[in-house]
């Protein structure tokens, strides 16, 4: 499990990076992404069990 979490950071890092970059409707849309993987982070893992 550190390893997936170690790689959810990198994952969250490139996306916060782009975010500071990207502008419009692009970075509403990374936005919407975001928060919809924070909730399937935090959502029980049944596909990964």
């Given at each position: 499990?550190?390893?997936?979490s170690c790689?959810?950071?990198?994952?969250?890092?490139?996306?916060?990076l782009?975010?500071?970059?990207?502008?419009g409707p692009?970075?509403?849309?990374?936005?919407?992404?975001?928060?919809?993987?924070?909730?399937?982070r935090?959502?029980?893992?049944?596909?990964?069990?």
């Open positions: 499990m550190k390893v997936v790689v959810w950071g990198e994952l969250f890092s490139i996306v916060g782009y975010g500071r970059i990207i502008r692009e970075r509403r849309w990374f936005t919407m992404w975001r928060m919809s993987a924070i909730q399937f935090l959502s029980p893992t049944r596909e990964l069990s």
